[in-house]
């Protein structure tokens, strides 16, 4: 089945700085990326997604890209802000199985 | 804007009592899952329903689970016999079609004593 990797595990940056994190997915058939959101005790929220016929989707301060050739995908947070801090999920699907990754608890130092 | 919603918020119940938990998919979706988060730890993937029908479900869904859709609106999980490991938060999930973007529930905390 899909395996999905993630890095890294914490992630703290300045108020303003870039943050990017990494996933790789291992079933090469997988075809929809979505990236999630998760504040402490509250459901995972969807952010952005990407399907692989696309290699870049952008979204305000937030990007993500794809390498469907290294089977990789990238969350850019640009001008983060402190209401940023919190743990993001990776997720690789295949037909409706998703598969997430093991998460980054992201901290924006003010 | 339609959310799905799950009850219990929280339950807690004694190791080999059954438990059923609770969703509510958002109306017009047609496509149901459930996954399963250990404190701590990543979103798993559970089960995939359709149809009335299992769609897909992963190696962690075995016999002790089963799901249900018993009238238009909610759609359950049942865990059998529950376990000490069971315990964790269940999110539900929608979306409107196949492949398409899955909205999560607000969860139930499950905790086995």
């Known amino acids: 089945g899909e395996n999905v990797e993630q890095h890294p595990s914490t992630l703290s940056v300045q108020e303003g700085d870039s943050a990017v994190i990494k996933c790789t997915y291992s079933d090469s058939a997988s075809n929809y990326f979505p990236w999630y959101k998760q504040e402490l005790g509250k459901r995972p929220q969807l952010i952005i997604d990407?399907?692989?016929?696309?290699g870049e989707k952008k979204d305000q301060r937030i990007a993500v890209t794809l390498n469907k050739t290294a089977k990789h995908f990238s969350l850019h947070i640009t001008e983060t802000q402190p209401e940023d801090s919190a743990v993001y999920f990776c997720?690789?699907?295949?037909?409706?199985?998703?598969?997430f990754g093991a998460g980054t608890r992201l901290t924006v130092k003010p | 804007e339609p959310e799905v919603t799950q009850t219990p918020s929280h339950q807690v119940t004694q190791m080999g009592q059954e438990v059923i938990l609770r969703c509510v998919p958002i109306?017009?979706?047609?496509?149901f899952y459930w996954y399963r988060q250990i404190l701590g730890q990543k979103v798993e993937f559970l089960v995939s329903f359709y149809n009335n029908e299992i769609s897909e479900k992963s190696e962690i869904f075995d016999d002790q689970f089963s799901v249900e859709r018993p009238d238009g609106s909610n759609f359950t999980l049942k865990i059998r016999s529950t376990k000490l490991e069971d315990s964790a938060m269940y999110f539900c999930?929608?979306?409107?079609?196949?492949?398409?973007?899955?909205?999560f529930g607000p969860g139930t905390r499950l905790l086995v004593l």
């Open positions: 997720a690789a699907s295949l037909n409706n199985d998703m598969r």
């Open positions: 999930a929608s979306s409107v079609g196949w492949g398409e973007t899955q909205y």
């Open positions: 990407i399907r692989s016929n696309v």
């Open positions: 109306s017009n979706h047609l496509y």
